[in-house]
């Protein structure tokens, strides 16, 4: 019979045959009477009833959600909204620098960590190959247009309520651009792969099974972390110039650089790279490097330039780039696996050590590789030893909500972040890119400066509290968090979600 945990979790497959088997009794066929013919029907009466049963628990169970799935969604749309909104109150929270990892740097590498997980499970039966590629073609167009218009340059949300890009400035790259590259990758990998792919009943024993039986995934990942080694530290990064625009004019500045393998802000193959492919006008032009200390005094938060600050601090660099994006590539091969072992492994136990286990070598490679000064923990370079870290952390943090919401059974808490996980993306671009803050500020008075918006982030928190920092957090968490909550929320109520 098949574990009555895997037909729980709607991974089973009900066996007739192994039905009857149990049910049938004994038969020795030497008597004929009036008694045996009687009990041969109550018997297949017995049987007919268990396979009913079997087939109703079968059927009931297969639209059982892992709840993990969607609390992990929440939770990272959560921490990007708290980390754009409040980081610059709180610069701890903010993208680090340069080398090192703050909770701004998690969400990212979590988005994908859990769209690898969301591909394995949506791929687990394909029944006609052209409708898959066709539909993940589809849906990573659809990524890459909300992801041009979002952050290409049109919307100047929340604020600032002009739309318009000048194409000579377009940005090509950004967050939905990124999970759309690595979307595609895998999840043309494990569709091509299909008939490679193991049946869940009849995976070999054996802790690396799992990975021997997803091959050609796990060669993908590795030739996307061929592809950015060798790039970034053979390739040649020759003196490079760029054109700032100040209030008044507009100057060039040259950076000297003429090496190959440097991993610091101005001469890395990363943004050589995009340099070179997208061209230097279309690059994001507020890097994060600002806030280092060669760049200004009030390191880690904003301020103004040193006056001894280098060129490079002025220069625009792409943090969602293509090299860096190749890299980005491995931390949804390492999501697909954990949502593999979800489909494969029938017990909890069996997931959680695999899940666990594989997190945990991950951090410890990646603490390795930095404090060692081989490969710092860079997110603007979405360093290798950046992919384990975050990969890891998310591998923990996936282990412990698994055991908290879908074996404790302790929910409740966490429905939040389930209702926002449902509508990930209709809360990424209400609430992270501002697009509902903006139609509110539009109905201003006066001045665009007097709306809703602005009225309640002073007068209902900042003035009340008597601090620009606590009240901005408490504005982030209440009106924008909790909000957003609420309304996915109602929407999960009324059976109401925005999908690709």
């Given amino acids: 019979m098949e574990d009555p945990k895997r037909l729980e979790e709607g991974l089973g497959k009900v066996d007739n045959e192994e039905i009857r088997e149990y049910g049938g009794g004994e038969k020795d066929g030497a008597s004929h009477g009036d008694e045996k013919i009687e009990q041969e029907k109550k018997e297949e009466h017995v049987i007919q009833t268990a396979e009913q049963n079997q087939e109703r628990v079968l059927i009931k169970q297969k639209g059982k959600r892992v709840a993990t799935l969607d609390a992990f969604r929440g939770l990272t ?22 080398n090192g990892c703050t909770l701004a740097d998690f969400v990212m590498p979590f988005f994908l960590f859990i769209v690898g997980v969301a591909i394995a499970l949506a791929l687990k039966k ?5 409708d898959s590629i066709k539909k993940i073609i589809i849906r990573t167009l659809k990524l890459l247009f909300w992801g041009i218009l979002l952050q290409g340059g049109y919307s100047h949300a929340p604020d ?15 967050i939905l651009q990124r999970i759309a590259l690595v979307y595609m990758v895998v999840a043309l990998i494990e569709a091509l792969t299909n008939k ?73 193959a990363v943004g050589y790279v995009d340099r070179q492919v997208w061209g230097i006008n279309h690059l994001y032009s507020d890097p994060v490097w600002k806030r280092l200390k060669a760049c200004t005094l009030s390191s880690p938060s904003a301020g103004p330039l040193r006056p001894d600050a280098p060129t490079w601090c002025l220069a625009p660099f792409e943090p969602e780039g293509l090299l860096s994006t190749i890299s980005a590539i491995l931390s949804g091969t390492i999501g697909i696996h954990y949502g593999h072992v979800l489909i494969h492994f029938k ?27 081989a490969i710092p923990i860079n997110k603007q370079l979405y360093s290798f030893s950046y992919v384990c870290f975050t990969a890891g952390a998310a591998g923990i943090v996936f282990s412990g909500f698994y055991i908290v919401i879908d074996i404790w059974g302790f929910r409740m808490p966490f429905l939040f972040l389930e209702w926002i996980g449902m509508n990930a ?20 008075y006066k001045s665009p400066d007097r709306s809703l918006v602005h ?35 109602i929407l999960h109520r009324l059976g109401l979600y925005w999908k690709l």
């Avoid at 600032?160 to 950004?174: E, P, Q």
């Fill in 455 to 489: 009225w309640i982030q002073n007068h209902v928190f900042i003035d009340v509290w008597h601090s620009q920092r606590l009240g901005t957090l408490l504005y982030v968490i209440f009106a924008e968090i909790t909000f957003w909550a609420v309304v996915a929320g």
């Fill in 196 to 268: 490679f792919r193991p049946v869940p009943a009849v995976l070999d024993r054996g802790h690396f099974a799992i990975f021997t039986a997803y091959k050609w995934q796990w060669f993908g990942g590795f030739i996307s972390f061929l592809i950015y080694m060798i790039t970034t530290y053979s390739l040649y990064v020759p003196d490079w110039s760029f054109v700032h625009h100040g209030h008044h004019e507009a100057k060039r500045y040259i950076v000297k650089c003429g090496m190959r393998g440097h991993l610091g802000p101005a001469c890395n």
């Fill in 347 to 373: 017990g909890h136990a069996e997931r959680l050590k695999h899940w666990v286990s594989m997190g945990l070598v991950l951090l410890i490679v990646a603490i390795s590789l930095h404090f060692t000064d």
């Fill in 425 to 444: 993306m209709l809360i990424f671009v209400m609430a992270a890119q501002g697009i509902f803050a903006a139609f509110v500020n539009g109905w201003y």
């Fill in 126 to 130: 394909i029944t006609k190959l052209d």
């Fill in 160 to 174: 600032d309520l002009s739309y318009g890009v000048d194409m000579k400035h377009i940005r090509w790259c950004g």
């Fill in 77 to 98: 749309i959560v921490l990007m909204i708290l980390v754009d909104d409040a980081g610059e109150a709180y610069s701890k929270i903010d993208h680090s620098p340069w």
